[in-house]
């Protein structure tokens, strides 16, 4: 009777053990926001912002662990183009440019996002190593003019455990604030759009 028990406690820690190893499938809900102040280059300039998702898939990867074939990370451009729009809009403001309906300015400032990639790298350790990156692909039009950039953030941070969903969630918003201040970093743009 005894030998019963133990085996039955056995198997249930062998079972508790690997459905803690088992990560579910994510849609992550990121926010991503520019930080601090932007100079003024600027005198009111019109500017139309239109912000877009050009990647091919909502996919940013696998979480990781025993079932990695069965638990994306995805993000559907949905849940963060306002946002998006938001911020680009704010950090034309702050640079003294003049937000207008789409059609109705000079210029036209066109985000496209073009890459979200999420990756777990289990090492011989307990740590493991998460990386992500965000791309943007920026265009410009004004007066027959064009102007293109493509910004790029990655991130790297280790982990004992699998990152939460909050903890992704939180991840995803920090590539994508990064790659969106090394935008408003391009002198370039404001130049262009200022002229």
Request: charged share 25%; with cysteine.
């Amino acid at each position: 009777m005894q030998y019963r028990i133990m085996k039955l406690l056995a198997v249930l820690a062998l079972a508790s053990g690997l459905a803690a190893c088992g990560l579910s499938p994510q849609q992550a809900r990121p926010e991503p926001r520019l930080s601090g102040q932007l100079a003024k280059v600027a005198a009111g300039q019109r500017v139309s912002v239109h912000i877009s998702d050009g990647r091919s898939s909502p996919v940013l990867g696998s979480r990781g662990g025993l079932y990695g074939d069965s638990n994306a990370l995805s993000v559907e451009g949905r849940t963060f183009m306002p946002r998006l729009q938001a911020e680009v809009e704010a950090g034309l403001r702050m640079r003294g440019f003049d937000i207008q309906p789409q059609g109705q300015a000079p210029a036209t400032f066109d985000l496209q996002v073009t890459g979200l990639t999420y990756a777990v790298t289990e090492g011989r350790t307990v740590m493991s190593d998460v990386q992500l990156t965000a791309t943007y692909l920026v265009r410009l039009r004004k007066d027959g003019r064009n102007y293109e950039g493509s910004y790029t953030a990655k991130l790297k941070k280790k982990f004992v455990k699998p990152p939460t969903d909050k903890a992704n969630d939180r991840l995803v918003s920090m590539v994508m604030s990064d790659a969106l201040q090394r935008v408003f970093e391009d002198r370039g743009i404001s130049d262009f759009l200022a002229r």
